[in-house]
């Protein structure tokens, strides 16, 4: 394990200890971290559970704050012009429509729209994608009368557009020395976007709004929040992006080894890279938040996880739930996700 992050850690155990006591981030399930896998390295990068909720998110670069309200305020005045059609797709659920919209710089964003086909529609709710991208729409979502929107983020799935790659490895570098042109900025406008799209279409929704990702649409959440007051709440799962120095230096399966690679040959990535720091951006949230972290997870390191989550305000309306292991098959998985499958039926309930 690095020594930076034994480091990072060391001097904060009495607080993670009052903490737990006080019931902040404290799960009631069992743990079972995997003990067997096919990597060369140890995704859990020798961290405890302790050691992981006592990592602080480092300090954000100057020029953050404005950085990313400027990009805000050119996102909401750009006008989304939503197109929605009757999908192929079907579900007794839901009204399946595909939709696409206009992101900053003239990008068509691909996506669906799921409407109940019972009740009203009396909040929203957009869903971020991982680094897959998506192939349909999540008919799982636990919420009713809620209007469901799926955007592919730019360069991705229905978002596709050449010379962008769809692969991971290259979309993650594409602009990255330019940091106002840089992918991942953009797609945190698809994001904000989405929301004016949800709004355009059902104006009642303003500031009923929330949002949930995974991974990548984790890290972009995280990074999009902060700065947009219509989204009134967020969930981020095993969310990437967090504490970029840990990011540019930590083995990993993921987007990161991509970067950490192109960092060889490009030795001030850093300076680009740490106005899209998710923990930084995380620190700025101030709307209820409940963040899955993980344990384990070869994909995005827990450090960085556990940077994001832990940069949130103190509060009662914010919760960590804490997975044994993400981007990994694990023996508790079943019952882990029944009980987070409800905390998010819970915190995305109609009031």
């Known amino acids: 394990m690095p020594v930076t992050l034994i480091d990072a850690v060391k001097n ?25 896998h096919p990597f060369d390295f140890d995704p859990t990068y020798g961290m405890q559970r302790e050691q992981l909720l006592a990592i602080t998110p480092p300090e954000a670069p100057p020029g ?33 429509l595909d939709i696409t919209y206009t992101s900053t710089g003239g990008f068509r964003i691909g996506g669906w729209m799921l409407l109940p086909r ?8 957009v869903v971020g994608h991982g680094y897959g991208g998506r192939g349909e729409p999540d008919f799982d979502v636990p919420v009713e009368e809620t209007a469901l929107l799926f955007p592919c983020f730019r360069g991705l799935s229905l978002s596709a557009c050449p010379p962008i790659s769809s ?15 840089y992918i991942i900025g953009g797609c945190v406008d698809d994001l904000w976007i989405a929301v004016s799209t949800l709004v355009t279409l059902y104006p009642w929704l303003e500031g009923q709004v929330g949002y949930s990702g995974i991974s990548f649409g984790g ?5 999009a929040i902060p700065f947009d007051s219509r989204i009134d709440r967020g969930h981020l799962v095993v969310p990437t992006f967090g504490h970029r120095p840990f990011w540019l230096t ?10 950490q ?23 700025r949230i101030k709307v209820p938040m409940l963040v899955a972290p993980a344990l384990f997870d070869p994909a995005v390191a827990p450090p960085c996880q556990f940077a994001v989550a832990n940069a949130l305000p103190r509060s009662k309306f914010n919760e960590i739930f804490i997975l044994d292991a993400g ?13 987070h499958k409800d905390k998010v039926r819970q915190f995305f309930k109609v009031p």
């Open 64 to 96: 953050f704050d404005d950085f990313w309200k400027k990009r805000y305020r050119r996102a909401l005045a750009t006008d989304p012009r939503p197109v929605l059609r009757k999908s192929k797709l079907s579900h007794p659920r839901w009204h399946v």
């Open 327 to 339: 981007h990994f098959e694990y023996a508790d998985s079943a019952s882990q996700d029944a009980i």
């Open 250 to 259: 930590l083995p990993t399966i993921g987007s990161a080894d991509a970067v």
């Open 118 to 125: 019972e009740g009203q529609v009396r909040r929203g709710l």
């Open 219 to 223: 890290g972009i959440g995280a990074l």
């Open 261 to 283: 690679t192109y960092q060889k040959t490009h030795a001030n990535i850093l300076e680009t890279l740490r106005l899209f720091d998710a923990a930084c951006a995380a620190a």
């Open 167 to 181: 692969d991971p490895a290259l979309h993650v570098l594409y602009n990255i020395d330019r940091k106002d042109d």
């Open 12 to 36: 904060r155990y009495l607080d993670i200890k009052k903490l737990v006591s006080a019931g902040f981030s404290r799960n009631k399930h069992r743990m079972s971290v995997p003990t067997t």
